[in-house]
């Protein structure tokens, strides 16, 4: 113990610098971990959704007018936030959708804390949806 604190004392900038990168890869990790709470896979929600979960897409309506998955429902972030979830039945699950997946964890997370238990959010978003080769819709055009 003695030579780790004259180890210590003779490298304080190794020393602060290790204990730094140490800090930095444990909040990663349970920031990884927390967020796992929060998403499903592509497949977790193909499945969710074939078993009935309500799909909240919560881009902005040009982009989900350009292709969302099918049978979703357009609600922003701001109306979230306003409460106008009430378009989905709290005992449903639910699987928001972003474009890549960042959006739609807080989303999710704002959704579980309303009452809403089984709100997941794509990991990923529709960019891993489209990587999965899964169907997007287009109003206007039909399938994507």
């Not at 210590?8 to 909040?27: E, K």
């Not at 919560?58 to 292709?67: H, K, N, P, T």
Request: charged share 25%; net charge positive.
């Amino acid at each position: 113990m003695n030579k780790l604190l004259e180890f210590a004392a003779a490298n304080p900038y190794l020393v602060t610098g290790t204990t730094l990168m140490l800090i930095a890869v444990v909040a990663f990790e349970i920031r990884l971990r927390a967020r796992a709470a929060f998403e499903v896979t592509v497949a977790e929600a193909v499945r969710m959704i074939n078993n009935g979960a309500a799909v909240v897409d919560v881009r902005e309506a040009a982009q989900f007018s350009a292709g969302h998955i099918v049978g979703a429902i357009n609600i922003i972030p701001a109306e979230l936030a306003k409460g106008e979830e009430g378009k989905i039945k709290k005992k449903r699950a639910v699987v928001v959708v972003c474009q890549s997946g960042g959006e739609s964890i807080e989303s999710a997370r704002k959704l579980r804390a309303d009452g809403f238990d089984g709100a997941f959010s794509l990991g990923g978003g529709l960019d891993a949806w489209q990587r999965e080769n899964q169907l997007l819709i287009s109003p206007k055009r039909g399938k994507a």
